[in-house]
């Protein structure tokens, strides 16, 4: 069974984006941005000064000017522009939807640049409910193929990512983000790309430029050497079309939750649970937080308790600690597949971890029902608070496990924001718009105890020094290896505040890059950090680039050698 969202000429969105003039700046542009306008409409260009203000705001502590914004309504439209651009000499810059969080959000690399986003190529082009793929156009967000697969009836689920509905599925894919589900390592899930090169020629990649080609979709590799690799974090062409992988829906779905107590108890379990991910028992993506990183998911920064200082207080943070229920660490992770595979998993991660110092109890949604039912008994309580927040994150675990995004992982950004979370959080959460300050480090390590714990003991005295509080997440991203997102979070309205998250995330950078644990993506604030010696790995990339991009036009700075000079969309 094959459906069709979208016929192949229309895209979804046919409301256009209010017109504006074109600022004094570039007026020697104004050529150019009357032929981009004869592209896609007068409404989808846009330079005034209110929308590139908007796209310059970023989460980071850096950000750009852009020359325009172009919105492109599809494929056709793409092609063109990208041959506009390298008659006039115009470098563009992709994101689908510009909700990069912690990486740069919607800003360009360089100043000066065309921001071409891509929110207007929202088709689902189809869906394969036989042999469970998608085909998506960049614009496509996670609640919006969520709600597709619940409308159409399809027993499918996509993997899902705590960045909010409103995010491009493409875009997170092609920064190799992950997530939560068995396919949480997303990018191992995709087939067939379409990319327009720089010279405005069109790449099927795999199968896909075979005439009649039947499985470019569901097999990657096609024949010949597999280039759908190169066009992640690179500058190297814009996909405009990808082929994404679902899942069945499981028959059963259960959680487990462990708590560790003491920091230092937490490299055991880690070392207990490997071989669990190794061997298929845990399917899905294991989530390990520390206790700041649970509890920015339900509270904000406690200025007035913290009495001055600029993180919260060794003391204050064990008060937290205590009235949240939560220890130095948090484990979850789900359970999937028929009844019987989930009680064969339970019992097995109950014998692996008896010997640790984890607490673990398991979660279904018999439990959930019963806790909500407990928490409105106890009231406005203590206990009461306290059981609240745990099934509301009980209950965002199990939605985000079924495909269905939820922006309450979102909350972690507004930590410093002075004023709290907006009132319509999370449905609207946008953390660049808001005024957030987050920065992201994000290096890969093995999946031993060892290495979280020397990682930690590496950056945390950095935290201290600077007074930042330290919110890190650990992540089995495969078998084998653990993604850290380590966050610096900061309040943007305070000088001294912003200075002290810029010191301690390069600190953090560099040591990082230092000790051997090099970050699985970057933000642009730290794109010319990546390649100080020019190795040959990134002279590699260089003459790729130069073969594809002689002019260099697509998305110059980002991931590009800082030697010689890089992406994709956000």
């Not at 500058?235 to 899942?247: D, P």
């Not at 790729?544 to 260099?552: F, M, N, S, Y």
Request: hydrophobic residues 40%; proline residues 5%; aromatic residues 8%.
């Amino acid at each position: 069974m094959t459906t069709t969202a979208a016929p192949a000429d229309q895209h979804q969105d046919a409301s256009p984006i209010e017109p504006a003039s074109d600022l004094p700046g570039t007026e020697r542009h104004a050529p150019l941005l009357r032929a981009m306008r004869d592209i896609v409409g007068p409404g989808y260009v846009l330079s005034d000064e209110l929308t590139l203000e908007r796209y310059a705001r970023s989460t980071a502590s850096r950000s750009t000017r852009a020359l325009a914004v172009v919105y492109p309504g599809g494929h056709a439209e793409v092609v063109a522009l990208v041959r506009l651009a390298a008659a006039h000499g115009i470098a563009l810059y992709p994101v689908s939807t510009g909700r990069n969080w912690g990486y740069g959000d919607a800003c360009a690399v360089g100043n000066g640049q065309l921001i071409v986003e891509l929110s207007r190529m929202n088709r689902i082009i189809k869906v394969d409910a036989e042999l469970a793929y998608a085909v998506i156009e960049p614009g496509v967000t996670q609640q919006q193929l969520s709600d597709y697969l619940r409308d159409q009836g399809l027993n499918l689920w996509m993997d899902c990512t705590g960045a909010g509905p409103d995010t491009s599925l493409m875009g997170n894919i092609l920064e190799r983000g992950f997530g939560h589900s068995p396919y949480g390592n997303r990018l191992q899930h995709v087939s067939g790309m379409q990319v327009v090169l720089a010279n405005g020629d069109v790449l099927q990649t795999g199968f896909g430029h075979y005439p009649k080609a039947r499985a470019t979709h569901i097999f990657p590799y096609g024949v010949g050497p597999f280039l759908d690799g190169i066009f992640t974090q690179s500058n190297l062409g814009i996909v405009t079309q990808i082929g994404l992988w679902l899942m069945p829906q499981a028959a059963c779905l259960n959680h487990f939750l462990c708590t560790v107590a003491r920091h230092e108890d937490i490299g055991p379990v880690i070392d207990a649970l490997r071989p669990l991910r190794m061997d298929g028992t845990l399917r899905s993506i294991v989530h390990i937080g520390n206790d700041l990183r649970v509890l920015s998911g339900g509270q904000l920064f406690p200025r007035e308790l913290a009495g001055g200082a600029s993180s919260v207080p060794e003391a204050l943070r064990a008060q937290m600690r205590e009235l949240a229920g939560v220890g130095a660490w948090a484990v979850s992770g789900a359970l999937t597949g028929s009844a019987a595979q989930v009680a064969a998993a339970r019992a097995a991660l109950k014998s692996a971890l008896k010997r640790t110092a984890a607490k673990t109890r398991f979660i279904d949604e018999r439990k959930l029902r019963m806790g909500a039912l407990l928490a409105r008994v106890l009231g406005q309580t203590a206990a009461g608070k306290r059981m609240r927040g745990q099934v509301a994150f009980g209950e965002a675990l199990f939605a985000m496990n079924r495909g269905i995004p939820n922006g309450r992982f979102l909350a972690g950004a507004y930590w410093k924001r002075r004023g709290g979370l907006p009132a319509d959080f999370p449905r609207q959460a946008n953390p660049a718009l808001d005024n957030c300050g987050m920065l992201w480090v994000s290096p890969i390590l093995p999946t031993r105890g060892a290495d979280v714990l020397a990682l930690h003991a590496l950056v945390e005295p950095i935290f201290k020094r600077h007074g930042v509080d330290l919110f890190v997440t650990f992540s089995m991203i495969n078998e084998r290896a653990l993604g850290a997102v380590i966050t610096v979070c900061y309040d943007k309205e305070d000088a001294q505040d912003v200075a002290r998250a810029k010191q301690c995330y390069d600190e953090v950078f560099a040591l990082c890059m230092a000790e051997g644990y090099i970050p699985y993506r970057v933000g642009n604030q730290s794109m010319a950090e990546l390649d100080p010696h020019a190795d040959v790995y990134w002279k590699t990339v260089a003459r790729i680039k130069e073969a594809l991009d002689p002019q260099g036009l697509l998305a110059p700075g980002r991931y590009q050698p800082a030697a010689a000079g890089g992406s994709e969309h956000g």
